[in-house]
């Protein structure tokens, strides 16, 4: 006689996901048949995987990068100029603040009398 599991009883399988991103679960036979929901908790790398993937991950990045600019739609317009020289922080304020006032110029329009 197998048991019968207590519906809402969470069953914990640890696994690895592959490069495929499939995930195949084999459970226990006292599983009921029926509908479940599957919640996957992607946990923390370890330091010897994180070197690992964080080389993958790089590769990857570098690879897209080289594939955009191939295809001439590489964006570097976020990029500072060549030469261009940081702002103190009294000019980000003072820059801060005419932004702000530009923006409210366009979003509330000034108030005139009517007589």
Known sequence: MVAQRIP????T????????????????PDVPIGQV????????IS?????????????EYERLRAKLAA???LSTLWKAPEGAVEL?????????????EKLREK????????D
Request: charged content about 25%; glycine content about 6%.
């Open 8 to 11: 809402g009883t969470p069953i």
């Open 13 to 28: 399988i640890e696994t690895v996901i592959h490069e495929d991103r499939k995930l195949t679960i084999n459970l226990p």
């Open 37 to 44: 929901e599957v919640e996957v908790v992607v946990r923390p």
């Open 47 to 59: 330091h010897i995987d994180e070197a690992n993937g964080l080389a993958a991950w790089r590769a």
């Open 71 to 73: 295809a001439g739609a």
């Open 88 to 100: 103190t922080e009294e000019e980000l304020y003072v820059s801060w603040g005419l932004f702000i």
């Open 107 to 114: 979003m509330i329009p000034p108030v005139t009398k009517h």
